[in-house]
Structure formats: C-alpha cells, structure tokens
C-alpha cells in the first residue's frame, strides 16, 4: 500500500472517530433535546450546533469513506466482498442522509402543528441506525487491516 493510500486511510479511520460520538449524541439528542431542535423560528440553541455540526461530519466521512472504499480496488482477494457491501451500505448512507434531512424536517413541522410523531421518529431513528452501523463496520474493517504498534 502506498504512503497516500495509508494516508486516505487514516483520515477516513480519524473521520469516523470523530462522527460517531456526535452521531451518539444526535440520537440521544433528538430525543432529549426535542423541544429545544423541532422549534421553528427560534435561534439555535447549543445542542441544535452540536446537531449540526454532527450531521456535517458525517456527511464528510460518508464522502470520504465512500470514495476510499471506491478508488481502493487494489486489495487482498478475501476483502473485496467485504469492501464491496461496505461500498453499497456506504451509498445507501449517503443518500439516507438526504432523507434524514427530510425527515427532520417533517418532524419540526409536526411538532409545530401538534401532531403525533411516532411514525416520523421510527423512520428518522432507523435511517441514523443504518449510519451507525457503516460507522461500526468501516472502523472494524480499518483496525482489521492496520499493523499492530
């Protein structure tokens, strides 16, 4: 492997060290913190930053990962299938990310409007769930191919 890929690779490895927690902590948040996120025409409260914050790094690890994952074809013959789902889950979290953005919106319209949000809320959480496990599965996947120090 060469120094650049070696180093793609960390930066894809620090990427998702750094998006995880704050994906955490958009999970809890969402909840926690639903009255202070869903507010429309409020100023931005600390944890609706940290949110937003969250959601711009994952959106720069998916992007990242993704073509790490994509321009990476030079690998041992058992880890193309590996790369290969990781690759297609890692597309699927792309454009999940989009519909997390839609539905976070639907949500902050129905809480403006009173209404109930179960439905809303089993979507957004089972989309940001699919994120957290291409995050669990790509850290594996790097600490597997890294040499032990």
Not at 64 to 76: D, E
Not at 125 to 146: E, K, P, T
Request: charged share 15%.
């Amino acid at each position: 492997m060469s120094e650049r890929q070696r180093g793609f690779e960390k930066i894809v490895l620090l990427l998702d060290v750094l998006s995880t927690p704050l994906l955490l902590f958009i999970l809890l948040g969402l909840w926690l913190f639903r009255d202070q996120v869903f507010v429309i025409g409020e100023p931005l409260t600390p944890a609706t930053v940290t949110m937003l914050i969250g959601f711009g790094a994952i959106l720069l690890f998916d992007l990242a990962s993704v073509a790490w994952l994509a321009g990476n074809r030079h690998s041992a013959p058992g880890e193309t299938e590996g790369r290969t789902r990781l690759l297609v889950l890692g597309v699927l979290c792309l454009v999940l990310l989009a519909a997390d953005k839609v539905m976070i919106d639907e949500v902050a319209h129905e809480t403006a409007t009173g209404w109930t949000l179960q439905t809303e809320y089993l979507l957004l959480y089972g989309m940001l769930m699919i994120q957290l496990a291409y995050n669990v599965m790509l850290a594996r996947h790097l600490l597997s191919r890294s040499p032990a120090a």
